[in-house]
C-alpha cells in the first residue's frame, strides 16, 4: 500500500524557518521523483520543488528559490524541504506528491500519489 505521510508543518514568523518531512511506503525513491506542492486559499495548487528519483535534478519555483531546499535520504524513505526566510506568501497547505518517473515534475496532471497535507502558516 503506497503512502506518503507529511509532517513538520507549524506557524512561524516571518524570517523564520520549518523543515518538512514527506515519509513514503509502497515504493522506491529510486524509481519515483517526488516533489512539494502548495494552495493557498483561494489559489491554484502550485508545484514548489522536486527532486528527481537519481537526485541529478531538481526543481525549484521561482518565488521560492534560494530560500527552500529539496533533499532526500533513501535510506529512511523520507524526502525534505527545508523553508528559510519564510514569507506570509508562502503560507498553504503543503502536499508531498510522487510520480513514477526519473526526472522532475510540476504539474499536478503527472502525480500518482498524493499526501494528505500539512499547514505552514507565516504570520506575526
Known amino acids: 500500500q503506497v503512502q506518503l505521510v507529511e509532517s513538520g508543518g507549524g506557524l512561524v514568523q516571518p524570517g523564520g524557518s520549518l523543515r518538512l518531512s514527506c515519509a513514503v511506503s509502497g515504493f522506491s525513491l529510486d524509481h519515483y521523483a517526488v516533489g512539494w506542492f502548495r494552495q493557498a486559499p483561494g489559489k491554484e495548487r502550485e508545484g514548489v520543488s522536486c527532486i528527481s528519483a537519481t537526485d541529478s535534478s531538481i526543481y525549484y519555483a521561482d518565488s521560492v528559490r534560494g530560500r527552500f531546499t529539496i533533499s532526500r535520504d533513501s535510506a529512511k524513505n523520507t524526502v525534505y524541504l527545508q523553508m528559510n526566510n519564510l514569507k506570509p506568501d508562502d503560507t498553504a497547505v503543503y502536499y508531498c506528491?510522487?510520480?513514477?518517473?526519473?526526472?522532475?515534475?510540476?504539474?499536478?496532471?503527472?502525480?500518482?500519489?498524493w499526501g494528505q497535507g500539512t499547514q505552514v502558516t507565516v504570520s506575526s
Open positions: 506528491a510522487a510520480a513514477g518517473r526519473v526526472g522532475v515534475f510540476w504539474e499536478e496532471a503527472l502525480v500518482d500519489y
